[in-house]
């Protein structure tokens, strides 16, 4: 694990976690520790937020 000396936020919804996951795509986090079916283990909540990271896609070609 990693030793932090400050206070950690965790991501609970699906538009923060969606940022986590974009974030550490494009190389602005140095660490990226999302596992999807673990924070969202309600197969709704869980197509729910990848639903979410696929509309991204159409997108990313864009502001690359």
């Known amino acids: 694990g990693w030793q932090i000396d400050h ?3 965790i991501a609970d919804h699906f538009r ?3 940022d986590m ?3 550490w ?4 986090s140095k660490h990226c520790n ?3 079916s673990e924070w969202f283990s309600d197969n709704r909540d869980l ?6 990271l696929n509309s ?6 864009t502001t690359q």
Request: proline share 0%; charged share 20%; no cysteine.
């Open 34 to 36: 999302v596992e999807l």
């Open 21 to 23: 996951v974009l974030a």
């Open 56 to 61: 991204t896609l159409t997108r990313l070609d």
């Open 16 to 18: 923060a976690t969606g």
């Open 7 to 9: 206070q950690v936020y």
């Open 47 to 52: 197509a729910e937020v990848v639903d979410l």
């Open 25 to 28: 795509a494009f190389g602005q």
